[in-house]
Nanobody, 119 residues
Framework: QVQLVESGGGLVQPGGSLRLSCAASGFTFGNYAMSWYRQAPGKERELVAGISNGGVRTNYTDSVKGRFTISRDNAKNRVSLNMNSLKPEDSAVYYC????????????WGQGAQVTVSS
């Protein structure tokens, strides 16, 4: 079955960096766009970044452009999100998804990784 397992969340001070990783299994990884979503308390879940199946195209929500970078390694079935210059408003549970960008609906969700930006 499809499995998406996030790792790398945690507590970081404002201005700091974190790297989230998602290990995928149970499907042909290179056939799917992958995305990162996040949800903060009391807010709707939002798309943070997406990457096409080949990794050539990426997209970002405006609030993270220039600070976050999504990447993937199709040989290792892994997608990552590098987050720099973190702000308190970036605090949320971050979810790895299969699909969810480039016109594709989300077809699977990971369990989520907590990111907390606080001094």
């Amino acid at each position: 079955q499809v499995q998406l397992v996030e790792s790398g969340g945690g507590l970081v001070q404002p201005g700091g960096s974190l790297r989230l990783s998602c290990a995928a299994s149970g499907f042909t990884f290179g056939n799917y766009a992958m995305s990162w979503y996040r949800q903060a308390p009391g807010k709707e879940r939002e798309l943070v970044a997406g990457i096409s199946n080949g990794g050539v195209r990426t997209n970002y929500t405006d609030s993270v452009k220039g600070r976050f970078t999504i990447s993937r390694d199709n040989a290792k079935n892994r997608v990552s999100l590098n987050m720099n210059s973190l702000k308190p408003e970036d605090s949320a549970v971050y979810y790895c998804t299969r699909g969810g960008s480039f016109g594709y609906a989300v077809s699977s969700w990971g369990q989520g990784a907590q990111v907390t930006v606080s001094s």
